[in-house]
Nanobody, 116 residues
Framework: QLQLVESGGGLVQPGGSLRLSCAAS????????MGWYRQAPGKQRELVAT???????NYADSLKGRFTISRDNAKNTVTLQMNSLEPEDTAVYYC??????????WGKGTQVTVSS
């Protein structure tokens, strides 16, 4: 089993930055893909960014250049740096992991609200 706990969400003004962290309950060294997804009220959950065990990254086209995903296998964490935040970025942000057996794990999410 793998538990994922997100942190770092909160209220930020437009143009501001937030750094989200996802802490895993065990080593993520063997986790093939880790990623961030988000779900805004009334909308479907959508991809934000993913990162593979080899460090390859993938971003939603609309977020390229503003968001950066990284992983630290030694600390069992995945981080999402979000810059130039917009009200449209308001959502619950979820961490997801897919292991070598293609088992999928999700965190409970952290709320990000961008508002003046």
């Amino acid at each position: 089993q793998l538990q994922l706990v997100e942190s770092g969400g909160g209220l930020v003004q437009p143009g501001g930055s937030l750094r989200l962290s996802c802490a895993a309950s065990r080593s993520i060294f063997s986790i093939n893909v880790m990623g961030w997804y988000r779900q805004a009220p009334g909308k479907q959950r959508e991809l934000v960014a993913t990162i593979t065990s080899g460090g390859s990254t993938n971003y939603a086209d609309s977020l390229k250049g503003r968001f950066t995903i990284s992983r630290d296998n030694a600390k069992n964490t995945v981080t999402l740096q979000m810059n130039s935040l917009e009200p449209e970025d308001t959502a619950v942000y979820y961490c997801r992991a897919v292991d070598v057996l293609v088992m999928e794990y999700w965190g409970k999410g952290t709320q990000v609200t961008v508002s003046s």
